[in-house]
């Protein structure tokens, strides 16, 4: 070939270079485990826990202490976290925290990852736990009834295979910049009931009756069990009819408008369609 294709300064060179480069990159990732769990994180026996909660989590460090203090005082004992690729890794954070006796930390790699985290979750650690809770990091689960206390309130529907709790949607509050205040405190403005997004639904289910996830909010059952509503009355996918008399999911989704912008970047966890402002 003429030697100047291969000149330093030469823009085909360059793209030749930035090709090899990209698919060596795919290549080693493809290689490489799409899970893996971190080293000297926790492996909880079967039965260890009545309630623990599954999410996948990237570049979300400064929320982790609030959602688990939040959640360890509502009574989940552990937390299986799935790091989808977080610039700092989110078991260094959970370590200067010292929060990570209370989790499991998976590294997680690839675009898209939420579903198959959430069923290597349930065939690696449903063993774990009786109730299994699937929420994101900006999810914070309320039981209105039993004075916030997950487990007792989870009791009554212990014949079911899952309940499906309805989200209450916050906005940003009229914050623009990123706090450093707690988002319970900081976003306290939400939507009313009859917001169409809060229809959807997530699930605290029982991992023993659960085949698979089929969605971020849905997921199949084995031996004739089934999701319900707070009601007891049957879900059969993503959305119910909102009813948050017993229990409500808060849900912050977008935060101050700087933070929703570092939302938007980071894409969708279950798909890989790019996310907009307006959506």
């Known amino acids: 070939y003429p030697k100047f294709l291969f000149s330093s300064k030469n823009r085909i060179f360059a793209a030749l270079q930035t090709g090899m480069a990209n698919n060596l990159k795919a290549l080693f990732n493809s290689l490489r485990p799409a899970f893996s769990i971190t080293k000297d994180s926790a492996m909880p026996a079967p039965g260890a826990f009545t309630l623990a909660i599954c999410s996948i989590i990237k570049d979300e460090n400064d929320y982790l202490a609030e959602w688990i203090n939040y959640h360890l005082k509502t009574g989940v004992q552990h937390f299986f976290i799935y790091d989808n690729d977080s610039r700092v890794p989110l078991y260094d954070t959970l370590r200067s925290l010292d929060l990570l006796r209370y989790a499991t930390v998976i590294k997680t790699i690839g675009k898209a990852m939420q579903i198959k985290a959430y069923d290597h979750c349930l065939k690696t650690f449903g063993s774990t736990a009786q109730w299994m809770a699937f929420i994101d990091v900006d999810e914070f689960m309320v039981a209105k009834t039993t004075h916030g206390n997950l487990p007792v309130f989870l009791k009554e529907y212990e014949g079911y295979g899952s309940i499906g709790m309805n989200s209450l949607v916050f906005g940003s509050s009229g914050h623009q910049q990123k706090s450093k205040l707690p988002q319970l405190e900081n976003f306290t403005m939400r939507a009313e009931e009859?917001?169409?997004?809060?229809r959807h639904i997530k699930n605290i289910l029982q991992p023993r009756s659960t085949e698979k996830a089929l969605g971020a909010h849905s997921f199949a059952?084995?031996?004739?069990?089934?999701?319900?509503?707070?009601?007891?009355?049957?879900i059969d996918g993503s959305c119910s009819d909102v009813s948050v008399n017993k229990i409500q999911l808060n849900h912050y989704y977008c935060r101050s408008f700087e933070e929703y912008e570092a939302k938007i970047s980071r894409g969708y966890g279950d798909n890989s369609k790019k996310r907009t402002v307006d959506e």
Do not use: H, L, S, W
């Not at 009859?194 to 809060?198: E, L, S, T, V």
């Not at 059952?221 to 049957?234: A, P, Q, T």
């Open 194 to 198: 009859a917001f169409g997004p809060n």
């Open 221 to 234: 059952y084995r031996d004739g069990k089934f999701c319900v509503n707070e009601n007891f009355e049957r």
